[in-house]
């Protein structure tokens, strides 16, 4: 579960996950990281116990590579430029 910045033209300014060391990287890995982090309130910044102001799951860039799977249908494909 490594944390990696794409540095492709295609890529740039997004953050994408690998389900394992040296895995794939596709949108997979973000829902199974966010998912739980979510329904444990970790991603809140109103919550009183997110003692950290600079929480690395909400950087702008994870956002940005899953908008970037989604298809013209509304599916999302495991990589940009995939089909869903």
């Given amino acids: ?3 990696e910045t794409t540095d492709d033209s ?3 300014g997004r953050t994408a996950f690998r389900m394992q060391h040296d895995g794939e990287i596709d949108v997979r890995a973000s829902y199974c990281l966010l998912a739980p982090c979510y329904l444990l309130g970790l991603l809140d ?3 009183d ?3 950290d ?3 690395p799951l909400q950087r702008p860039s994870i956002s940005r590579h899953i908008a970037s799977c989604q298809t013209f249908e509304g599916g999302f494909g495991a990589e940009p ?3 869903a």
Avoid: P
Wanted: no cysteine.
């Fill in 53 to 55: 102001n600079n929480n």
């Fill in 45 to 47: 910044t109103n919550n």
């Fill in 49 to 51: 116990n997110n003692i």
């Fill in 81 to 83: 430029s995939n089909e």
């Fill in 10 to 12: 295609h890529e740039e």
């Fill in 1 to 3: 579960r490594e944390r």
